[in-house]
């Protein structure tokens, strides 16, 4: 006589079908990289969609009115003698601050990376103006670069280069205001181009750098090779 069927009830919990889920490559990922497109796309990706919308209408700030404009936006920009005065300022700011930033980290990245005693000490004061605070940063230079206060008058002054009583005003004047600015930006970027100059010259193998000095001795030009093969090369 056969014996009756019998029916087994599987129960499965359901945390160890999610995790069984999450197990998956497929399902892993995306749920990993859901925040960072979540963050992404409502504070970059929103905004720029914002402002191309904004750029071919004639929205102002306190008005409720909203139209579609097309170019007109940018023509009047165009035409706004402001507009091109600041332009031209930022092509210059730019332009001379990252020249000034290319020559001496440059310079210093070799410094750097060369063996001499107290290179850490020198590397750490290198160092400072990037780790300082942008805020406080600001307000050393507006001390710096006022015209009564100023230390660089106080030495200027001293050294005779200019008369004590007539202080330069750094900050009231077109061309040393500018410079000033230059000086500014230039001191706050120069540390960290400075750091990544040097950590790609001392990344350099000590038997590649000798090897290419004795073959490039005699040609004036051991230096640049020996050091920097990406020079060599473009």
């Known amino acids: 006589m056969s014996e009756p069927a019998v029916h087994r009830t599987v129960i499965i919990d359901e945390s160890f079908r999610v995790h069984h889920l999450l197990d998956r490559e497929s399902v892993l990922g995306p749920v990993m990289l859901s925040p960072l497109l979540i963050y992404l796309v409502a504070l970059i990706g929103l905004p720029l969609v914002f402002v191309f ?3 071919f209408s004639d929205a102002t700030t306190g008005s409720d009115s909203f139209g579609f404009v097309g170019l007109q936006t940018f023509q009047t920009t165009l035409e706004d ?3 091109r005065i600041a332009l031209r300022n930022t092509v210059v700011f730019t332009v001379l601050a990252q020249l000034v930033v290319i020559v001496l980290a440059t310079v210093l990245g070799f410094v750097l990376s060369a063996d001499f005693r107290g290179k850490w000490f020198v590397r750490f004061l290198i160092l400072l103006p990037w780790t300082t605070p942008v805020a406080l940063s ?3 230079w507006l001390w710096m670069l006022d015209s009564l206060f100023s230390p660089f008058n106080w030495i200027l002054g001293n050294l005779h280069v200019v008369d004590q009583g007539t202080p330069v005003a750094w900050l009231g004047q077109d061309s040393l205001a500018v410079g ?11 540390p960290l181009a400075a750091v990544i100059l040097m950590a790609g010259l001392t990344s350099i193998p000590p038997e590649l750098t000798s090897r290419l000095r004795s073959t490039a001795r005699g040609s004036g030009a051991a230096s640049s090779t020996s050091r920097c093969p990406c020079w060599r090369r473009s």
């Open 53 to 55: 919308i904004y750029a």
């Open 138 to 140: 600001a307000l050393a």
């Open 81 to 83: 003698p402001v507009f």
């Open 180 to 190: 000033s600015v230059i000086a500014l930006q230039a001191w706050r970027t120069l």
